[in-house]
């Protein structure tokens, strides 16, 4: 009695259901491709932002993070103006997807035997693949050292062009670099967070320079506007700062809150001495580093031996304790800054367009309609200096936002000035709106991933 009532026991059912799954059909049949093919934005996501045509519109519903908003944010308003003016020629490559979901990264420049490898090694608390350590120069090539799954060494050429990597931009230094450059993966829990850039050690003899194949002070330029922190690795014994350094710091300009100090090998000097080298390097630093503020340094061996107490007593081994713990703190704090690192450098980025665009746009309107092309582009490039003096005034621009005018002159000789864009208000506003609006709400929205 009891299975047989139980047999004709029928399921519940949701009143209403069936309008709504009908509901649902018609309005995906909407958003399906249409008889074009081109199907609806919302439902791609951030990669193929890339790919597809830039004035395609994606909604603010389909963004998921900070970095998914400035990707939009690039796409739709950065990327065209850059595209226009050429930026990518004359500054810096269009980005890709894997630039904004790179991990953070930290360079090490200095010298040779300067204790750039063994900084790593001490890090990482292990060797890594292809590190090299000696007293000659020995670290002949860029190593980016990343997470992997297994230990392996990745040669340039084949890094440059995964798509999963930030170094396409590498590219356009040509073969001769990337035959100089490699990456070395290997499974490291600090590795998940941060990256490291190891470079070769900066030579002090100009004629070593010059049988560089490669333009050197391009790379870490290139390097230290994606990098988080770039460290400058001095020794006791080699306080100078050669021609070639000298070039390399000021590539760095612009980027100074990113540089740190590091004065290592301390240990091998006695108390007194230390202060004299130390007073010594600020002095070589204080004719390079052009900032009325004191640059931050850190004093310290780091290397996996035990502090030589035997030269620098109780006092300097307690020193270097503490130097080494401020210098950690500043590297963990890489990671929780890296969302603000990336706003600061996309700003940075607009700003630097926004430049470029009303300099290539005065060209143009330089240029006369008809006769006299070729004198009147010459005369341009000759007194480019004033040009980009009329420019600020006109725009009402803040002078040290310019470029380099020797780069920019260099960089112009190859093109033809009549083929330049005029300059368009439209996308300059565009930009502003970006800058005022929607990079605040953007922030407004989503607070720090880190919090």
């Known amino acids: ?243 070639e350094f000298k070039r390399v710091i000021y590539s760095l300009r612009g980027h100074d809150d990113k540089i740190r100090v590091v004065l290592n090998k301390a240990d091998q000097v006695d108390t007194q001495q230390l202060m004299r080298v130390y007073g010594a390097l600020m002095w070589s630093l204080g004719k390079v580093l052009n900032t009325p503020e004191v640059v931050r340094v850190y004093i310290g061996s780091f290397n996996d031996k035990p502090v030589n107490e035997a030269a620098t007593g109780p006092i300097g081994k307690e020193l270097f304790e503490k130097e080494q713990e401020d210098l950690l703190a500043d590297l963990k704090d890489i990671p929780k800054k890296a969302c603000d690192r990336r706003i600061n450098e996309f700003v940075k980025r607009a700003r630097a367009a926004k430049m470029h665009a009303y300099i290539v746009g005065h060209l143009k309107k330089e240029m006369p309609s008809m006769m006299g092309k070729a004198k009147a582009q010459q005369r341009l490039i000759d007194n480019l200096a004033d040009e980009f003096g009329k420019v600020q005034r006109e725009h009402h621009l803040p002078p040290g936002d310019f470029p380099n005018v020797e780069h920019f002159r260099e960089v112009l000789n190859g093109y033809n000035f009549d083929k330049f864009e005029k300059l368009k208000p439209k996308m300059i506003q565009a930009v502003d709106d970006m800058l005022g609006y929607d990079i605040p709400q953007l922030l407004k929205t989503f607070r720090n991933p880190y919090d």
């Open 1 to 243: 009695m009891f299975l047989s009532d139980f047999e004709n026991v029928k399921p519940p059912v949701m009143e209403g259901l069936d309008t709504l799954i009908m509901k649902k059909k018609q309005s995906s049949k909407l958003t399906s491709p249409d008889s074009n093919g081109s199907s609806s934005m919302q439902t791609l996501p951030a990669a193929q932002w890339f790919s597809s045509k830039s004035s395609k519109k994606i909604s603010l519903s389909s963004v998921t993070s900070i970095i998914d908003g400035l990707k939009r944010l690039y796409i739709q308003k950065l990327k065209p103006l850059e595209v226009t003016y050429r930026f990518n020629d004359f500054v810096s490559p269009l980005l890709t997807n894997s630039d904004f979901d790179a991990k953070p990264m930290v360079m090490l420049l200095g010298q040779y035997s300067t204790g750039k490898t063994t900084f790593i090694k001490h890090l990482l608390k292990s060797s890594y693949p292809g590190a090299h350590i000696g007293p000659e120069p020995t670290t002949d090539r860029f190593v980016v050292v990343m997470s992997g799954t297994d230990e392996r060494s990745v040669p340039g050429n084949t890094i440059a062009v995964q798509a999963d990597m930030p170094f396409s931009g590498l590219t356009t230094f040509g073969t001769a670099f990337l035959s100089k450059f490699e990456c070395s993966q290997m499974p490291h829990p600090l590795l998940e967070h941060i990256t490291f850039v190891d470079t070769p050690g900066v030579l002090s003899g100009e004629k070593q320079r010059t049988q560089r194949a490669y333009d050197f002070t391009g790379v870490t330029s290139w390097f230290a506007a994606k990098c988080d922190l770039i460290l400058l690795l001095f020794d006791p014994h080699k306080l100078d700062v050669s021609d």
